[in-house]
Structures are given as structure tokens and as C-alpha cells.
């Protein structure tokens, strides 16, 4: 058995899930894609896998008919970085990541990670190291800080950074106990409704309606790859809240785009009428912020009977973290990956945001394993993961012990033609990943180009 197929394997292990279509996937290709020794490609390749596995089984229960699901491995790895490989042709797409994050040596000589990517994270930042919002300044101010006493003093102030740990030293934290009591995700049932069976359609996801309020990567990949399926998805944004374009163009093909204050109660009520016509509800705010506001999983089953409700976090709902803000390369940092990947100090990220991208398409496959449950036995259910589950749950995997994968160059556009499409939008005519896994019977792709925030109105979600 191939290491991607043991580790689709241990995906369906977690659902409890067994499929009709697991001697229809087929991987093809090699691993050695990316220069790190954790098993980038595969995981993707697995992940993605999954996400086409439901789909197939989900497209067999509305027509009783089977189809093959292929992998490239090599597409499936440039996937964990997509939107390294999303451009706009008539401009320059400006890189995400703020000079100001990264990693600062602190008094001791260990290092600690920043992540301001986001204006009012800089600010912040500036704010509790009393200085400039220039990486000189804040670097000189680190250096007389402990690295433990600074990364509780910015996450009192919900700043997002991270000690970096060894991973023997992640290991023995509070926090990583916590993570490893969980599964990797969690489907809980919680209410009962009447099934809601699937009907014949051309597509597996056809007739489905998702509301996605997530931002960034991890969880609009989720409603991105439901979408590539068929489900018509609705991302909803809050005008408030900043957010950056080339990942908002990535993510967000395939999708209807809106507005919604919440703070507004007429704009909150028009959620909650969104809510009862909807069959998944993702989001992927700090834990319990929609809860406050009259939106937890409990709430939504009350409020339509049959909801799907996707929670993603960053370091999962257990543990002195579980409120703590986060993002893929912060879990890297503090669980020993950075660590590990570099060799050591100074540390160094992985050649992409696997983590982020994992547990986007592992939010989709327990959407649709959910779906699929509902169908059957009807329900409401609470699809549970975090980034930090999805990190453990990754480097478990092993280690590619060939030390030539170091040497790997990092596929360009120009290397992976046969990887790319092209979609006019109104951000111009954006090149993009087109989807990885390949479909005998209903070929996943996205009906919609990438549309700016706030394109569309709650009446176009049909």
C-alpha cells in the first residue's frame, strides 16, 4: 500500500467512515516535490483524496453510479501553496506576508515568531513592545524580552505570535497535551431532524447551499472545495474586518461573495434567514465569537434542523490555548515543525502552508461525510477540527529519509503549465490552480470566477 493510501486510510479511520469507491482512488506520480523532509505531498494527496471520495460516494447515492478518482501527487503538493501560483495577468499581485512577521531572537537566544499581516496586528505589536512599527525597531525591542514572558504578553493582548519549540518541548505544554487527546476532527451528532435524502442531480454536491464565514486559508478552502463539487457557496465578510486580496482571490473561486454586519441586527437577522435555507454553515471566527452573538452549533440546529455546522480554530476548543488566535505558520513555530524542518535555530517554515490547506479540505470531507450521514439518518451535526490537531495529526506521518529531497527546487508557474486555468473576473484574468483530484463521472471545477467582497446580495443565494 502506497503512503498516501495509508494516510487516506487513517483520514476515513477518524471519520469511522468506510466507502463503496476506496478501490476506485488511484495515486499517480512521486513525492519529491517539495525541499522538506515531512510528507507534504502525500498528506495533500490524501486530503484531497478524501474530499473526492465523498464526493463519489455522495454522486453514487443520488444515481447508483460509480466513477474512478485519480491524485496526482506532484499537483496535489503544489496545492498545499496555491496561492503561490494564483496571479492576475494585467498586474502585480502583492505578497501577503507583512515585513514586519517572521521570526526575532529574544534575550535568551531563542527565537520567537510575529504574524502581522493584518494592519491592526502590527499595531498592536508596536503597541506592547512600546516602539515603532519597523522591523529594526521591534527587533531591538525583542531582544530584551524572554521569549515566554513576551509571547503571554501579546497573546493577553490577542496579538498573534509564537514561541518557537523543540518538538520534545511542544510536547510537554499544556496545550499540546490537550491536542493530543483529540482525533484529528471530530462529526458529532448533535439534534435530530427527519433525513433529507439526496436527490438524482448532474453533479454530487448539486442543490447543496453552504455559508462560508471564514477568512484567510484554512477555512475558505473548505467552502472553495465544496464548491468545485457543485454546492453553491456564500461567503459572507464582515465590512469591518480587513482582509487580504490575492487570498481572497484564491479562495474564493466558485463562490458568491456578500457583506453582512452582525452588529447590525437587521444584517443579523438576514444571517438567520440565510440560515434556515442553508445546508452547511462554516466558520472559523475565535472560539466563541459567533456563539455570543446568537450563532453557536446548538443555536444553528435550533434555528434549521439539519444544519452542518464546520468549526475550525487554531489551537483547538481543549486546553489554555483554545481562545488563543493563530494561523498555520504560528502552529509550525510553537509545535516544533519550524524547528525540526530548519535542523534547528534559526528556525524556518515549510516550503508551504500545509497546514492550512489540510485542514481546508478536511473541513470539506467532514462536511460531506456529515451530509451524507444526514441523508441517511437525518441529524444536525458539529464538524470539529483545529490547526493545531492538524499539525499533530501531521507530523506523526513520518520523515522522507532520502536526503536529497532537500535539494528539490520549489515548482514555478513555468514549471506546472499543465496544473493552471484562467478565469476573467473583476479582478482581471486571474491564473490559478485549476482542481486536483480528477473525476471519471462529474469532473470537479468552479461554475464561478473569484469575485471581490461584497459583490453580491443575500438574494442571489439561490
Not at 83 to 104: A, H, V
Not at 155 to 175: D, F, I, S
Request: charged residues 20%; contains cysteine; aromatic residues 6%.
Amino acid at each position: 500500500m502506497s503512503q498516501p493510501q495509508q494516510i487516506l486510510n487513517s483520514i476515513l479511520q477518524t471519520a469511522n467512515y468506510e466507502s463503496t469507491h476506496l478501490d476506485h482512488v488511484h495515486f499517480c506520480g512521486h513525492a519529491s516535490v517539495l525541499p522538506s523532509r515531512f510528507r507534504i505531498a502525500e498528506a495533500g494527496a490524501a486530503a484531497i483524496a478524501a474530499t473526492g471520495l465523498l464526493a463519489a460516494d455522495l454522486f453514487f447515492q443520488r444515481t447508483n453510479k460509480k466513477q474512478e478518482i485519480k491524485i496526482d501527487i506532484k499537483k496535489a503538493a503544489c496545492a498545499m501553496r496555491s496561492n503561490m501560483y494564483m496571479s492576475i495577468r494585467t498586474q502585480l499581485t502583492k505578497d501577503p506576508w507583512s515585513p514586519l512577521s517572521g521570526f526575532y531572537k529574544t534575550r535568551e537566544e531563542n527565537y520567537i515568531q510575529l504574524h502581522c499581516n493584518f494592519p491592526h496586528h502590527a499595531t498592536g505589536v508596536a503597541k506592547v513592545l512600546t516602539c515603532a512599527e519597523a522591523k529594526s525597531a521591534i527587533a531591538e525591542k525583542i531582544l530584551k524580552w524572554e521569549g515566554q514572558e513576551l509571547e503571554d504578553a501579546l497573546a493577553a493582548a490577542n496579538m498573534c505570535a509564537g514561541l518557537v519549540r523543540t518538538p520534545v518541548q511542544w510536547a510537554g505544554h499544556p496545550q499540546a497535551k490537550a491536542i493530543a487527546s483529540l482525533p484529528l476532527l471530530e462529526i458529532i451528532k448533535i439534534g435530530e431532524s427527519t433525513p433529507e435524502p439526496l436527490m438524482t442531480a448532474i453533479r454530487p454536491l448539486s442543490d447543496i447551499k453552504v455559508l462560508d464565514l471564514t477568512r484567510v486559508i484554512a477555512g475558505p478552502i473548505t467552502g472553495r472545495t465544496l464548491a468545485e463539487h457543485g454546492a453553491t457557496v456564500m461567503q459572507i465578510s464582515s465590512p469591518n474586518l480587513p482582509n487580504i486580496e490575492s487570498l481572497v482571490i484564491d479562495t474564493g473561486i466558485g463562490k458568491l461573495a456578500c457583506f453582512l454586519d452582525l452588529t447590525n441586527v437587521n444584517e443579523k437577522q438576514q444571517l438567520k434567514e440565510l440560515i434556515q435555507r442553508s445546508d452547511i454553515f462554516c466558520q472559523a471566527y475565535r472560539p466563541g465569537a459567533l456563539a455570543a452573538r446568537g450563532f453557536s452549533p446548538l443555536e444553528l440546529a435550533a434555528i434549521r434542523p439539519g444544519i452542518i455546522y464546520v468549526d475550525l480554530s487554531a489551537y483547538s476548543h481543549l486546553g489554555p490555548w483554545a481562545e488563543r488566535r493563530g494561523f498555520d505558520s504560528l502552529v509550525q513555530s510553537v509545535s516544533g515543525i519550524a524547528y525540526e524542518h530548519a535542523g534547528g535555530l534559526p528556525p524556518k517554515h515549510l516550503p508551504a502552508q500545509v497546514i492550512d490547506y489540510l485542514s481546508g479540505y478536511l473541513g470539506a470531507f467532514g462536511a460531506m461525510v456529515a451530509l451524507q450521514r444526514r441523508a441517511i439518518e437525518g441529524g444536525s451535526y458539529h464538524v470539529r477540527l483545529s490547526l493545531a490537531q492538524t499539525g499533530h495529526w501531521f507530523s506523526k506521518l513520518g520523515r522522507i529519509t532520502d536526503e536529497s529531497i532537500m535539494q528539490v527546487k520549489i515548482p514555478g508557474t513555468d514549471d506546472i503549465p499543465d496544473y493552471l486555468e484562467l478565469h476573467e473576473s473583476k479582478f482581471g484574468i486571474v491564473e490559478h490552480l485549476s482542481p486536483v483530484v480528477e473525476m471519471s463521472q462529474t469532473p470537479a471545477h468552479w461554475e464561478l470566477p473569484p469575485a471581490p467582497l461584497g459583490t453580491h446580495t443575500v438574494a442571489q443565494f439561490k
